[in-house]
């Protein structure tokens, strides 16, 4: 069982960028396909991006495609999410998620991290 922790998450203003950071252990970490979710205040968990065991596929929802950029270091076991050019609309706790299969979109994944917060001021 992979064990999850973000990190990453802070306070940034519109336009900044920030970069979160998703920490496995426990298990195999090339194993499980990754994704990222967020969850703002108010509002339903939704899906970011996903990334496929060795990094060759990737898939990003409409508000996260040509802002975000998501990767993985297998040797590290750790997944990332490069966020640029960001926008208030992107505040929401942010968090990474494994399972054993890839799904390009939004899936309720076996295991969760705990989450981080990202703010963003205008």
């Known amino acids: 069982q992979v064990q999850l922790i973000e990190s990453g998450g802070g306070l940034v203003q519109a336009g900044d960028s920030l970069r979160l950071s998703c920490a496995a252990s426990?298990?195999?970490?090339?194993?499980?396909?990754m994704a990222w979710f967020r969850q703002a205040p108010t509002k339903e968990r939704e899906f970011v991006a996903s990334?496929?065991?060795?990094?060759?596929?990737?898939a990003y929802s409409h508000p996260a495609a040509g802002r975000f950029t998501i990767s993985r270091d297998n040797v590290k076991s750790t997944m990332y999410l490069q966020m640029n050019s960001l926008k208030p609309d992107d505040t929401a706790v942010y968090y990474c998620a494994a399972d054993r299969r890839w799904y390009d979109g939004f899936y309720d994944y076996n295991y969760w991290g705990q989450g981080t917060q990202v703010t963003v001021s205008s």
């Open positions: 990334i496929t065991w060795t990094g060759r596929q990737t």
């Open positions: 426990g298990d195999t970490f090339s194993n499980y396909a």
